[in-house]
């Protein structure tokens, strides 16, 4: 594949979303009063989950989507459509009782914002007024994650800032191999308030590693100031501590401790590059996206970000080493609106209007892949929750209708979302939602994904059997 590249003068973008206050989160398709989550749910080693089929090899990197019409064909004369279109009256109670247990507690949530924002607003505070960091003077502040999505499941103690940092006069280069996932991000010329310590020995290439450290001790030196002057409230109350960087992850994350030593709240804090459209050729928004939420949606007017996340580098599926200096393109902020956005109607879930099943069934999804790993956590340690979001999007776009996501219709609502996944599984194709032409599941081992279709020899019997043990 030959290297894509743009170069583009990069005006300053608005900010991409009104910033709020986390106990009155009102987006659309949110939870109201309060907020909703879920538990895991309990589920018995003893029945399956999915179907068996034997998975092609996946590519070492990100392979075209692959089409196959031979597990539909199976499943139709199998019968499986139409028992889904109709669990037993028993399955339908459990879901459903379930689904009820999946709101917050209020108390839970006044009391996480209160310690998010004690440490968030004065540290953004932190990075703009002080003349040593000149650069961080137009930093902007984009919530993401599952808490603004509103699909946080167990309890609202960890939080996803993503802290934008303007760059003009840029050129971003798509690394090859790698279907529009990763680029290298090189300055035209030099800026003034860009600082040296960001840039490679060339002068010109921007170091996502060198970023991501210099941010990290912008966070360490916040922290230890803040127990110094007393300026930050909760440091009466809690512990502030910045966590060992993890491998390979883009984010510094600060966890707040209570007084037994015990962690109440973590926040991931993420530094990014903020790139105005358009966006990059491999990257897109469908007809289908159109369809569902209309024409009016003009989510490529929006910025997107680089995050310093790195690929790695494998021999076969063993992976040798991450390799460095290149940037991982985000679309959390697109994600996070079209979730809050999810209704053609254009008030689906607001107040007084129709209310929908939508975050409930990814809810249920999620927490299911929480207790899958729970019981096998050496299996499928790779199953992560970003899978499940991914192929509900692709759910949306088949199911577009409001009335398709009655919460009456909750159980087979939630079977058709995870009778898709299944499908993605036996397939072994999950193309991100974003970029068409990479499949997510380039970085699920084979044998593990394997081991999540044979799984007990799963039919659909014996799913259903699962959720019945498992749910209630």
Not at 39 to 56: D, Q, R, T
Not at 207 to 221: T, W, Y
Not at 340 to 367: A, D, M, P, Q, W
Request: contains cysteine; charged residues 25%.
């Amino acid at each position: 594949m030959p290297a894509k590249s743009r170069s583009k003068q990069s005006n300053r973008a608005p900010e991409c979303e009104k910033q709020r206050k986390i106990p009155q989160r009102t987006a659309r398709g949110g939870r109201g009063k309060g907020a909703q989550d879920e538990e895991g749910i309990e589920g018995s080693e003893k029945a399956a989950i999915l179907s068996p089929s034997a998975p092609e090899q996946l590519s070492a990197h990100c392979p075209h989507v692959r089409q196959t019409g031979s597990t539909q064909r199976r499943r139709e004369s199998a019968g499986w459509s139409a028992a889904l279109a109709m669990p037993s009256q028993d399955v339908v109670v459990r879901i459903k009782k379930r689904a009820k247990t999946l709101t917050l507690k209020q108390e839970e949530i006044t009391k996480a914002a209160g310690i998010f924002n004690g440490f968030i607003d004065p540290f953004i505070s932190y990075l703009k007024e002080c003349p040593e960091r000149p650069y961080f003077k137009k930093v902007t502040k984009l919530t993401t994650g599952s808490y603004y999505e509103f699909v946080k499941i167990d309890h609202p103690d960890e939080f996803d800032v993503m802290l934008a940092l303007p760059v003009r006069s840029y050129l971003y280069t798509e690394v090859v191999d790698w279907n529009g996932l990763y680029y290298k991000v090189t300055l035209q010329r030099q800026s003034r308030s860009f600082p040296k310590s960001f840039l490679l020995e060339d002068g010109n290439t921007v170091s996502p590693v060198k970023v991501l450290e210099e941010f990290r001790k912008h966070v360490s030196q916040f922290i230890v100031s803040s127990y110094e002057s007393k300026q930050v409230p909760l440091t009466d109350r809690w512990k502030i501590k910045l966590s060992r960087k993890k491998q390979n992850s883009p984010a510094a994350t600060v966890v707040i401790l209570d007084d037994k030593g015990d962690e109440v709240v973590s926040i991931d804090l993420v530094p990014a590059l903020e790139v105005s459209p358009p966006w990059p050729e491999s990257c897109g928004v469908g007809k289908d996206v159109e369809k569902w939420l209309g024409k009016k949606t003009k989510l490529r007017n929006n910025p997107f970000y680089f995050v310093a996340k790195q690929p790695k580098q494998c021999d076969g599926y063993v992976m040798l080493f991450y390799i460095a200096e290149v940037w991982r393109i985000s679309f959390s902020h697109i994600e996070k609106e079209i979730l809050n956005n999810h209704g053609n109607t254009k008030t689906c879930c607001e107040s007084y209007h129709t209310k929908c099943c939508r975050k409930i069934c990814i809810r249920l999804l999620k927490s299911l892949f929480k207790d899958l790993k729970k019981n096998y956590p050496r299996q499928l340690s790779h199953l992560c929750s970003y899978y499940a979001k991914t192929s509900f999007f692709h759910t949306l776009t088949q199911w577009k209708e409001d009335s398709d996501w009655k919460p009456s219709d909750i159980a087979s609502c939630f079977l058709r979302v995870l009778d898709d996944f299944i499908r993605h599984v036996e397939n072994t194709n999950l193309p991100h939602f974003l970029i068409p032409n990479c499949n997510l599941f380039y970085s699920f081992p084979p044998k593990d994904l394997k081991f999540l279709l044979e799984h007990r020899n799963g039919s659909f019997k014996d799913t259903v059997l699962w959720l019945s043990r498992g749910i209630g």
